[in-house]
């Protein structure tokens, strides 16, 4: 196993590159809870360098919850990092309130934090991006159990000049095995967002869409995503569970994510996407998918990716 931890559980998690190094940004939570499933209200952001994608420095927690009554007051959950016209390196980050400590119920939004050096970070005061109602399901609108805004994937926008969010959602009227969407929002500049309506169409296979990410893999543009096709909550097993790829022929807003095939089974889960140091793309995953009854074992080594036909 490429990087785990002894003392922490290890799962979600996302890279940036700084040219030398690669950076591992990966959620963690005490074993000391002792049922993993409490993991989710614990969760920290921790950091991890490596040279080569197998061998890796850890160094620790680098952004924890905030104060009570903000909207990352519980936990501290999946994001991406990239590097600005100005420099400065961007952590956009979920942030996940709980309603109640005995309750599954939980609000989850988007926030930034800023780095010149990808170690110390500091999050951006008053920047929340919140669901639109206009666009997306809000805690209470179905009997599922959160408002899913998270997982935010940011990458530049080259023709327009700006950047794409891509966002785990809900659209209006989904059950416990339909509904997930591409949540978009956009900005020109990474400090002011628009939050715009889902890109492609409402699933009626994915309860939601976890993980997303856009990847060049032999040439060919893919949008990566895991979840359960035929789950009956939002984080149960089904008949088929793991990381799933689609082809983006041509804009994102006419990708149907039903399409998506199989590219990694459970118990692996939430995929990247990386490019080594030999130009070659790979995929990591951490082993322990949702409803797989695997242990939490960590991050894979790199492994073999190719487009699925």
């Not at 009854?293 to 080594?301: A, C, F, K, P, V």
Request: aromatic share 10%; hydrophobic share 40%; glycine share 12%.
């Amino acid at each position: 196993m490429a990087f785990s931890l002894d003392t922490h559980w290890v799962w979600d998690f996302w890279v940036a590159d700084d040219g030398e190094r690669f950076h591992l940004f990966y959620l963690r939570a005490p074993r000391s809870l002792g049922d993993p499933e409490l993991r989710h209200r614990h969760a920290r952001i921790g950091h991890a360098t490596s040279a080569d994608l197998t061998h890796w420095t850890d160094h620790g927690e680098v952004l924890a919850p905030g104060s009570g009554g903000s909207f990352d007051e519980t936990s501290t959950w999946t994001g991406s990092v990239v590097r600005g016209d100005d420099g400065l390196w961007r952590m956009f980050y979920t942030g996940a309130s709980f309603l109640a400590p005995d309750a599954n119920a939980n609000i989850e939004a988007i926030g930034m934090a800023f780095s010149e050096d990808l170690h110390t970070w500091t999050k951006r005061a008053g920047f929340v991006l919140r669901a639109d109602p206009a666009h997306y399901e809000k805690l209470g609108d179905t009997a599922w159990p959160e408002e899913a805004w998270r997982d935010p994937w940011v990458f530049r926008d080259e023709q327009e000049h700006g950047w794409h969010m891509l966002i785990t959602a809900r659209g209006a009227g989904g059950t416990f095995t339909s509904g997930g969407v591409i949540g978009y929002a956009w900005s020109q500049d990474l400090e002011t967002w628009v939050v715009k309506p889902p890109l492609g169409t409402q699933s009626s296979r994915f309860a939601h869409l976890e993980v997303l990410q856009t990847a060049e893999i032999e040439g060919e543009t893919v949008l990566v995503f895991c979840g359960s096709r035929h789950g009956d909550g939002p984080r149960s097993d089904g008949a088929e569970s793991g990381v799933w790829m689609v082809g983006v022929d041509g804009a994102l807003d006419e990708v149907c994510v039903d399409d998506a095939r199989l590219i990694a089974a459970a118990p692996l889960y939430a995929g990247r996407i990386v490019r080594d140091r030999s130009g070659e793309s790979v995929m990591l995953a951490f082993v322990g998918a949702p409803g797989s009854g695997h242990e939490l074992d960590g991050i894979t080594d790199p492994l073999p990716i190719t487009i699925t036909r």
